[in-house]
Structures are given as C-alpha cells and as structure tokens.
C-alpha cells in the first residue's frame, strides 16, 4: 500500500454525490488534499482527510500553467511527498502524472478496488448513480468496467 493517498477535487464530489465519500477512509484510512482541492470542493469534510500545502510554489506556478490549480496542486504534493498515489480524473492531468512517474487511479479505480475488496457488492448502481449525478464516463469505460466484473 502507498504511504500517502492524494485526492483532486473530482474523486470527492463525486463520491460526496453518490454517498460514497466513506468508500476513500475504509479504502485508505486517511487521504491528503491540498487548499487548492478544498477550496474548490467547497464543503466541510471529514477529519480522516489531511489538509497539506504544496511547498515547492514555483513547481504548483509551473503546473498551473498547464492544468487546473487543483490538479497542479496535487501532482506538485506529490512530488514532496514518499510513494504516494494521485486519485485524479482528469486526463491532462493523468498524462502529466504518468510522464513524470507519480502512481494514479481514478474515481473508477476507486470503485474497483471497494469492490475487489467486497466493501460494495457491485459496481453498476455506482456507474448509474455517478452518471445520473451528471458526471460523464466514456461508454466504452463502462463497458469494458462491466464486463471486467462481470455485471454487463
């Protein structure tokens, strides 16, 4: 497991939306946001999520230029931080992470792994829920996310 678990703002609306924001304290324990994250997310959260300011401003200032200041504040987190894992949706922000190594999942991956661990039965009503909320996934995502878990 990660030492640290860094969360953007989508994974927590999200979740939030869907009544599954607890999924993330019995997956990880506890998670790291940034002020950035929590200004944008704009509600009181739980105590298990740690708030964390970027240290390094001129590296958040570089990533701003390319990705949103939440997005940019958690890959720049992350960079600071020992073995952590990003939960991050958005795909510029995923490339980023990939070009320079940073671990990721997304809010998908996190329903994965609550179900791969039997924390929820299945995954569809979750699909449904997120979707019925007026999130987006690729029908193609869902698809092959169905018919991983056999629910198609």
């Not at 993330?24 to 009181?44: A, H, N």
């Not at 990939?98 to 997304?106: D, E, H, S």
């Not at 979707?131 to 995502?141: H, N, T, V």
């Amino acid at each position: 497991m990660h030492k640290c678990v860094i969360a953007d703002t989508s994974v927590l609306i999200v979740l939030e939306k869907v009544q599954e924001l607890s999924l993330l304290k019995e997956l990880y324990q506890s998670i790291i946001i940034t002020p950035e994250v929590k200004e944008e997310f704009g509600k009181s959260l739980p105590g298990w999520v740690k708030v964390e300011a970027v240290r390094d401003e001129k590296y958040l200032k570089f990533l701003s230029a390319y990705l949103d200041i939440g997005e940019a504040s958690v890959i720049a987190l992350s960079e600071e931080k020992e073995d952590p894992l990003l939960i991050l949706d958005d795909l510029k922000a995923r490339k980023i992470a990939l070009r320079i190594g940073v671990p990721f999942t997304g809010t998908l991956g996190v329903l994965q792994k609550a179900k791969d661990l039997g924390l929820i039965k299945v995954i569809k009503p979750q699909i449904q829920k997120i979707e019925k909320a007026g999130f987006r996934i690729s029908p193609k995502i869902i698809h092959e996310l169905l018919k991983r878990n056999n629910e198609l």
